[in-house]
């Protein structure tokens, strides 16, 4: 059962580079999440998405990008990376209606370190 | 604005003894709450939920939560604390209707002392 699978698990960035964090599931939630993590805050929603070809925007959303061609698929991706995006990113899915009650399934994470 | 609180940043138990891990919430209409457990350098875990009904909530690895409407608060609690429960806890709720947003709690560390 791979559940949420997320690559890669560790990155150095320097400033002003770019990468996509892979997000992938197969569990064939509709509902996708991307979410980071900074100590003492809990977790910010970046972006999400309720199904293929559909995204939105959460609390934390500038200097991401996200996209969803597939159900299985929610990459990440950050343009210009600056020293506050240094966090631990997470993907999340889960089947959602609008008014679900169902949980969130989370990957490992991917640690980021932006110098 | 909709919000839930942690107030307890680090909660400190003896192995064998009961513990409590405190949540409370802000939000406008029936509250959908939750709770997860990150393990280090894991993801969240799913732990338990409350949605309607009875008032105590059971959950995985023998932990339960207790809904309390008129103290807006939704502790997670184990009768007898391991070791092996030692983790990071979030709380979190559902941000309003027609969305399956989360809105998470800050965390509380739980060390469970042998």
């Known amino acids: 059962n791979a559940g949420v699978t997320q690559t890669p698990k560790f990155r150095i960035l320097k400033i002003g580079q770019s990468m996509t964090l892979q997000c992938t599931q197969d569990?064939?939630?509709?509902?996708m999440y991307w979410y980071r993590q900074d100590p003492g805050m809990g977790l910010k929603l970046i972006y999400y998405?309720?199904?293929?070809?559909?995204?939105d925007k959460g609390e934390v959303p500038n200097g991401y990008n996200v996209s969803r061609s597939t159900t299985e698929d929610f990459p990440l991706r950050l343009e210009l990376a600056a020293p506050s995006q240094t966090s631990v990113y997470f993907c999340a899915s889960s089947y959602g209606t609008g008014n679900s009650n169902q949980p969130q399934h989370f990957g490992d994470g991917t640690r980021l370190s932006i110098l | 604005a909709q919000s839930v609180a942690q107030p307890e940043d680090q909660v400190n138990v003896a192995e064998g003894n009961p513990l409590t891990v405190k949540c409370t919430y802000s939000?406008?209409?029936?509250?959908?709450l939750f709770w997860y457990v990150q393990y280090p350098n894991r993801g969240l875990q799913f732990l338990l939920k409350y949605i309607t009904g009875d008032n105590l909530v059971k959950g995985s690895y023998g932990f339960e939560a207790e809904f309390n409407k008129s103290q807006t608060s939704f502790h997670l609690k184990k009768p007898s604390a391991l070791v092996s429960d030692s983790a990071l806890y979030f709380c979190?709720?559902?941000?309003?209707?027609?969305?399956?947003?989360?809105?998470f709690g800050t965390g509380t560390r739980l060390q469970v002392f042998p």
């Open positions: 569990m064939n939630h509709n509902y």
């Open positions: 998405s309720v199904g293929a070809g559909i995204t």
């Open positions: 979190a709720v559902r941000v309003r209707l027609n969305t399956d947003k989360l809105i």
């Open positions: 939000v406008s209409g029936n509250p959908y």
